[in-house]
Structures are given as C-alpha cells and as structure tokens.
C-alpha cells in the first residue's frame, strides 16, 4: 500500500502535528508500507526518512515557525500520475492541502484527514474573532469533501459530528512509552536547575502563545506558591510570548524548545505535568507527560478527559475558568503533599497509558486505509483513475 501524505509542517518543525506524522510514518515504513510526503521546503538541515517533495511555503504572520504550502495542482497531478498512491493522507487544510484535496479527486484517489488543530478557536486569540464562524465553516467544507476524518479523541468526535462534520471516526493519538518513560529521571537535570529532592517542580511543555494559556497555569503557580515553599515551575518550548513571560515571572525556569533525550529527561525529572490550554484538540504533551509518570492537571477536554481520572493519575477542571485550575492545583498539591502518595500518583500516570502505545494506532490506521481503498475500488473499479489533467 503506497500512502501519500500532505502537510504544511512536518519535522524539523517542532509541534504536535508535526511530531504524531513523523511518528506515524516511521511506524507505516516498519511494517513495509510505502510511503511519500509533499511539504513545504524545510528552513533547517534535515535528513528525510521518506520519499519527500517540496512545494513552496510561506510563514504565518503569529506562527512563523509553522510554513504554509503553496497551493500546486500541477505538482501533485504530476508527481501521483507517475508515482500513484492507493490513498492520501491530508494532515493539514490549508491551500497545499485543497490543492491535493481537489487533484486526488479528480484523479480518483480516495482522501482521508485529520483534525489536528482547532484553528477557529486560535483567531479569537488574535484580535480575528470575528472570523471565526467563516474558519470553522471552512474546515468543515473541507473536512466534508473527504472519504474519512480521523478524529482524536471521543468527545471532540461527538462535537464535530453534532456540528455537521461527515464520517468522523475516532482514532486516538499514540505515544512512544520507552521515550517517555519515568526511568529518565535525573537527579543531575533536577541540580542543574536548582532544585532539591524536596521540591515539587510543575511542568509545561508545549509552544510559548497565546492560545495554550499559560498564564493561568503560572499566576496558579504563583498563588500557591505562598503556601507551597517548595513549590517550582518549569515551562518548556520556545515561541511569541516567550519573552515577555519570562520578564513577567521570573521565578519561573524557562528552558526554551527541548528535544531527543533532553526532553525526555526533563519530562520525567519533573512531578507534575500543568495543562491550561482550552483550545486542544488532542494536547499530545499530556500522553508524554503521563507516559512518563507526571499526573496531569488540566481542564476536562482533549486528552486529558481521556485518560485522566481524578485523584488518581491527576486532576480535572470541568469548568473552564482560571478559577477552576486553580483549585484543580490546589486539590493535587494539598492531596498529595507527601512522596508516598505522590509516587502512586506516578505509577497511576504510566499505568493509564500503556495501551496506547503506536503498535495497535499503527494497525488501526493501516485497517482503515485499506477499507477505504477497497470501497473506492468497488465504486470505480480497479484502477480506473480519471485522466483530467489540471488547468
């Protein structure tokens, strides 16, 4: 099975997006699938690990980490007429992906998609909320015009599908359980930072902007910690805010983007993983934090509703307010004060994840593609690839 995949970010760029392709890809080429992917041209040096072509990008005004790809008919028309896919796979809706959306169309190539990111929720974060009903209707529009949309966690496929969005099918993110892994843990990265065997160190991983509202999780921070002396934060990535939060609170460590084993150390140096973040549609930051035995403190979306249970492997807010998360903190700090009780807190966090592992979402994946193809097959017969060259 050839699969060829679409995305306006792929690694080195560093996100959630970027992260769950890559992964998925390395998976799909272990179990000798053959895979391609098209892609803005990456700004750093990379060494791809698939069949890769390039398209044209350009920055995002708020997100210039992330390219946008250039929409290209006639690249893609060519590059499936002599290297035809069984299916595509479109990991983003912008104008690279309408452009593949529309090519394999009329090349009769069956399309899936996923729903990564809520952009419709991120333009009220920059002055663009009167734009947010056009956004969200376009995903929509494009999402609609697929043969299949994977959808990461159960609630959001509920909502989407109450909202109007056809075949949604619930296909939960994975993650990589040796490489966040409490085993990690390091007594040296911990010194580094000036922490002692006695501090409770609060962790956030995840881009520095607006719309991951952080600021709730560090003003928490810091009204606790009054009554916490031990208490610190550590807030990890890098992006917009960066700045002028670490001007803001200078009681916080900020490590900027981590990555490799780095990351994986500092996850499972840490205690407690803070997730204040209301517009995810996943957060795979919360996986990584579990795997690695850090409980989880975060609002009941995404996936932290999930696999998050309450005083178990860490806390829910179910009302989405600053107020909320602070008692949500306030709860798990005051419930597991001692270490006894923190430690089966973590044993708690790895056990929740265990099955959720890339062996079983890699298979789910490959089941699913295969069905579509086998349906397109049947409704067009085998083969038959409409020879309508683009304008």
Request: hydrophobic share 40%; aromatic share 10%.
């Amino acid at each position: 099975m050839h699969i060829s995949f679409v995305s306006d970010t792929f690694s080195p760029d560093i996100n959630g997006v970027a992260v769950c392709l890559e992964e998925l890809i390395n998976q799909l080429r272990g179990k000798n699938q053959q895979v391609s992917l098209v892609r803005p041209a990456p700004r750093a040096d990379y060494e791809p690990q698939a069949f890769e072509v390039y398209c044209r990008g350009v920055r995002l005004p708020h997100y210039p980490e992330v390219q946008v790809g250039l929409p290209s008919h006639r690249l893609f028309y060519r590059l499936w007429k002599t290297h035809r896919p069984d299916i595509i796979y479109l990991g983003t809706e912008g104008p690279l992906g309408l452009a593949a959306l529309i090519t394999a169309r009329r090349m009769r190539i069956p399309v899936i998609s996923a729903y990564h990111t809520n952009f419709h929720e991120f333009s009220k974060h920059y002055g663009l909320s009167h734009l947010q009903g056009l956004v969200f209707s376009w995903l929509r529009i494009f999402h609609n015009h697929c043969q299949l949309n994977l959808i990461p966690s159960r609630a959001l496929q509920q909502e989407l599908t109450q909202l109007g969005f056809k075949r949604a099918y619930f296909l939960s993110h994975a993650v990589d359980t040796q490489r966040f892994n409490p085993r990690h843990r390091s007594a040296d990265f911990r010194r580094l930072h000036g922490l002692n065997d006695n501090d409770i160190l609060l962790l956030f991983v995840g881009r520095i902007a607006k719309e991951k509202n952080i600021e709730v999780a560090l003003n928490a921070y810091q009204d606790l910690k009054v009554n916490h002396a031990n208490l610190k934060m550590m807030v990890t990535g890098s992006g917009p805010e960066l700045a002028r939060l670490k001007t803001s609170y200078p009681g916080v460590i900020f490590t900027g983007a981590l990555t490799g084993q780095d990351l994986s150390v500092c996850y499972a140096s840490s205690d407690a993983f803070v997730m204040p973040s209301k517009s995810e549609t996943f957060g795979l930051v919360s996986l990584e934090a579990l795997a690695s035995g850090l409980p989880v403190i975060a609002y009941d979306l995404a996936a932290a509703a999930e696999h998050i249970t309450c005083g178990v492997n860490g806390e829910l807010c179910e009302e989405l307010s600053d107020r909320a998360f602070y008692r949500a903190l306030e709860c798990f700090l005051l419930s597991h004060s001692d270490q006894r009780s923190r430690s089966i807190c973590s044993i708690n966090a790895v056990a929740s994840v265990q099955q959720a592992g890339w062996e079983q979402v890699t298979q789910d994946f490959i089941k699913l593609c295969r069905g579509i193809i086998d349906d397109q097959q049947v409704k067009f017969g085998q083969g038959q690839a409409l020879e309508h060259k683009p304008a």
